[in-house]
């Protein structure tokens, strides 16, 4: 007699395959037309941080254990000084959507530019 427990599966637990997501809908904004045509390539200027919402495309991204320890020491600083929770990847996209930005509003002068410049 085997000791081992069975356990359902993920589909048996949420009925059947979950349904495929689509894309979240382009915010819009009172600033400015939502109806405008970009390239998806190119970087635009009013982009939001997407923030707590399903995300379809996942990158891996390696960190040095420091890296890790930093973002790890934010979070928690975020929730004990601030009062805000937000998990790792909550911020990291927000800093991306910050460097982005800065990136748009100042060009050549964007922190982006200068510390990939200083790293070479």
């Known amino acids: 007699m085997s000791r081992r427990v069975s356990l359902p599966g993920a ?8 349904p495929k997501q689509t894309r979240p809908e382009k915010r ?3 600033d400015g037309p939502s109806s405008t045509v970009r390239s998806s390539t190119a970087v635009v200027d009013d ?5 707590r919402i399903r995300h379809d495309t996942k990158i891996t991204v390696y960190v040095t254990e ?3 320890l ?3 020491q934010t979070r928690l600083a975020l929730r004990a000084e601030h009062g805000l929770t937000a998990d790792r990847g909550r911020i ?3 800093a991306i959507d910050v460097l982005l ?3 748009v509003d100042h060009g050549p002068d964007s922190v982006l530019v200068r510390r990939l410049k200083a790293s070479e």
């Open 66 to 68: 420091e890296e890790l």
């Open 47 to 51: 982009r939001k941080s997407s923030g």
């Open 28 to 30: 819009t904004t009172t």
């Open 70 to 72: 930093g973002l790890e």
């Open 92 to 94: 990291v996209r927000e």
């Open 11 to 18: 589909s048996e637990l949420f009925g059947g395959a979950a």
């Open 101 to 103: 930005a800065d990136f």
